[in-house]
């Protein structure tokens, strides 16, 4: 049955796949967000609001009365200064909430939050247990905090999505994508770490069955989004290298790296905004990190695409898109 979905962050690389999944089956879309959609074919689909706008975003929730709500919206960047720069993630989730307590048969809340409420390697042994190393981590960490504390009308969900890539994203991931097209990727020598990483469709599939779900397995609680086999990083660098057919990756001795690093630093510093190598960037490539999805995977089954056909769809997309690349 169809139904009427609201989308906070449609414009976003998550939420842009949101949109076109439930627009394609025929539900009643509707995106709120400060952005205009990434998918020009989503302008109809969308009202431009901030969260932060508390009287209208009552009205505008209130005039589409959604039957299920995808929480997308968030500042995302890792450069604010201090968690006043980030209120879109805590008042924006006040707001939202004391709206969406208005209406009336609200089926179910998805709230997203973020892998970085814990740094990077640090596996949580509860939804609250907190570890997070970023200004953004911190907001999330609030948001999260503020659902959880609040008293609901409706049924909700936490889900904290790690590393997603595909069609329509943005930094870091094309990024990545485009640095192994211009054979600029280098890869530490011997180094082989696995990775909790999500392609997009596989992550729409799985909010799409939390979203529609009519049991209450998942009432209340935090999930990771992923799929649900790790990524090895070489392999995957192997994988989009021969879908684009550029230059095999190299490897390199760990100490170059290191160096590149450590000039990366004074650069950044110097005001280089995005240096190819900084200590940050070095420390994420050859820091492992799994999460449990055990829970989503018993609750939404397998999921529809390979990491194989992820490669391919969204190497695809990029050469369709050749600004991206």
Known sequence: MSKKVLITGGSGFIGTNLVEHFKSNGDDVLNIDVQSPRNSKHLDLWSQLDLLDQEKLRTVVQDFSPDIVFHMAARTDLGGSEISDYD???????????????IDNLKKV??????????LGYIPVKDDDYCPDTIYGRSKVCGEEIVRSAITRFPWIIVRPTSIWGPWFGTPYRDFFTAIKRNVYVHPNGLRVRRSYGFIYNVV??????????????????????????????????????????????????????????IGDLLKFLGLQNPPMNTSRLSNMCTEMVHNT???????????????????????WLRNHSDNI
């Open 110 to 119: 998805i709230f997203s939050s973020s892998m970085l409420v814990c740094r």
């Open 88 to 102: 879109a993630n805590i008042q924006g989730v006040r707001n939202l909430i004391t709206t969406l307590n208005t």
């Open 294 to 316: 055990d829970v989503l995977e018993s609750y939404c089954g397998a999921t529809p695409h390979s990491i194989d056909d992820g490669v391919e769809i969204t190497c695809a």
């Open 205 to 262: 599939y799985q909010l799409d069955c939390i979203g529609r779900a009519l049991d209450n397995r998942l009432d209340s609680q935090t999930v990771y989004l992923a799929d649900y086999e790790p990524i090895e990083l070489k392999s995957w660098a192997d994988k989009i290298q021969y879908s684009l057919h550029s230059r095999p990756v190299r490897e390199v001795p760990f100490l170059i790296l290191k160096i590149a690093a450590r």
